[in-house]
């Protein structure tokens, strides 16, 4: 028998195409919706099963008092590692287990895993349990294909990533699990196409904007003062300053899609005045209050300070300007944008296998939104972390989401090979 080589890698990875969907299926089968955090704990240990009789250590880290978690829905994570035979490097896939709500329009079963015409379907399908299951699949046949393979491979499987990361990889991050030495390079399998490295997102700050009034009978407005008109010159200002501004502004970032590669604001929601849903008589009264929920998100060359500063200067003119206008600002979440070096190893190596596997030129995105990349560069510090999977990122939450066998082998192809590289490569 002749020595293995990369070439035995990829022959193993063509002969388990059966074995790969089985897999992407059963995981499909775990209705892991979030919110409320269903079948973690199964879906985690079906993992962590798998990988311990091929030899990997396995973990349960429950991220104990994140949001959501109980002993009814616990946030549990699974880590699996395989220690190669001699030291050096680590490469880690991380794949979140949970997936969106199902939603209306499905023709299949969203949790059948139902195989057709070459794609397996079900929620979660490619968002991102067919990314998980073609890491797994590239991470054993390395192991199995008896190539001599330094450092580590690790796979985690974990939570509440719709949700923030709160009690998954933020939970870890802020024990080590994704900080050098233990991990050196880390490749999520997103589903942002099979030829696509992403390498980082825009940032996010959400935030409630409220406008106070003075109550009043509605006959005689007058004597009141409405919030609601203070939130309509809110709202002019906005149109006529910040948007003008927001669309002049572009970013080196390739945020796919291109529309994305500005400054975006959306007014998430308004409300003003009597409560919603109120069902008794109209009661005649003038709003005291008013308020506006607002999703910003931005570029890596704006600083999370001059994006709020912008809002902020914005609502203290009409303070100074607009007789009686008073407002608060509370935020209400925020993440910092974050973008890995496309020559770094993670990023070069993954287009470098690209290449070679699909026989075109790897193409460097950047995520609209963002994905649980910001606590492994924020929380863990590590900046060699790339988003690399297979699955049509537009796919992602809708009805009869789907992934393409095919491009699951191939991205397993392509993650097997830069996995192989990173462990293998030359240090500076
Ligand atoms: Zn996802």
């Not at 570029?299 to 206008?325: S, W």
Request: hydrophobic share 35%; with cysteine.
């Amino acid at each position: 028998m002749s020595a293995p080589t990369l070439q035995t890698v990829m022959d193993l990875i063509d002969g388990r195409t059966d074995e790969l969907v089985a897999l992407t299926q059963d995981l499909i089968r775990f209705p892991t919706i979030n919110p409320p955090g269903e079948a973690y704990r199964p879906c985690a240990e079906y993992i962590g099963e798998r990988l311990k009789t091929r030899g990997f250590t396995v973990e349960y880290v429950r991220g104990e008092g994140s949001p959501g978690d109980s002993d009814q829905y616990p946030r549990t994570n699974v880590i699996a590692r395989w220690t190669g035979s001699e030291p050096g490097p680590c490469v880690h896939f991380n794949s979140h287990i949970d997936v969106v709500e199902v939603g209306a329009g499905w023709t299949v079963d969203p949790f059948g895993g139902e195989v057709k015409d070459g794609k397996v379907y079900g929620r979660g399908a490619c968002d991102m349990k067919g990314g998980l299951a073609a890491s797994i699949i590239a991470v054993e046949a390395l192991i199995d294909s008896g190539l001599p393979l330094p450092g580590a491979l690790e796979i985690s499987g974990t939570v509440d990533e719709e949700s923030g990361g709160y009690g998954g990889v933020a939970y870890l991050a802020e024990r080590g699990w994704f900080s050098e030495p233990r991990v050196n390079h880390v490749i999520i399998p997103e589903p942002l196409n099979v030829d696509r490295v992403c390498i980082g997102h825009r940032g996010v700050w959400w935030a409630e904007i409220e406008t106070k009034g003075r109550i009043a009978h509605g006959s005689m407005p007058f004597l009141g003062d409405s919030a609601i008109r203070h939130m309509g010159a809110v709202m002019e200002e906005f149109e006529s300053k910040l948007y003008p501004a927001m669309a002049a502004r572009h970013s080196d970032m390739p945020v796919v899609p291109e529309g994305a590669r500005q400054s975006t604001m959306n007014i998430n929601s308004i409300h003003g005045g009597q409560a919603e849903g109120f069902d008794g008589l109209p009661a005649p009264c003038v709003a005291d209050s008013s308020r506006m929920v607002i999703d910003r998100r931005f570029l890596i060359e704006e600083t999370l300070e001059d994006v709020k500063g912008e809002v902020k200067a914005i609502l203290d003119g009409l303070a100074a300007q607009r007789h009686g206008f008073r407002y608060e600002m509370r935020d209400l979440f925020q993440v910092a944008p974050s973008m890995a070096d496309r020559d770094g190893p993670v990023a070069s190596t993954t287009a470098a296998a690209i290449e070679t596997v699909l026989g075109k030129k790897a193409q460097f995105v950047c995520s609209p939104g963002t994905y649980d990349q910001k606590h492994i560069d924020r929380i863990g510090k590590l900046k060699d972390c790339i988003a690399y999977g297979p699955g049509v990122l537009d796919l992602a939450h809708q009805p009869d989401e789907w992934v393409g066998i095919d491009d699951m082998t191939n991205s397993a192809k392509v993650m097997a090979r830069a996995a192989y590289d990173l462990l293998t490569r030359k240090r500076s």
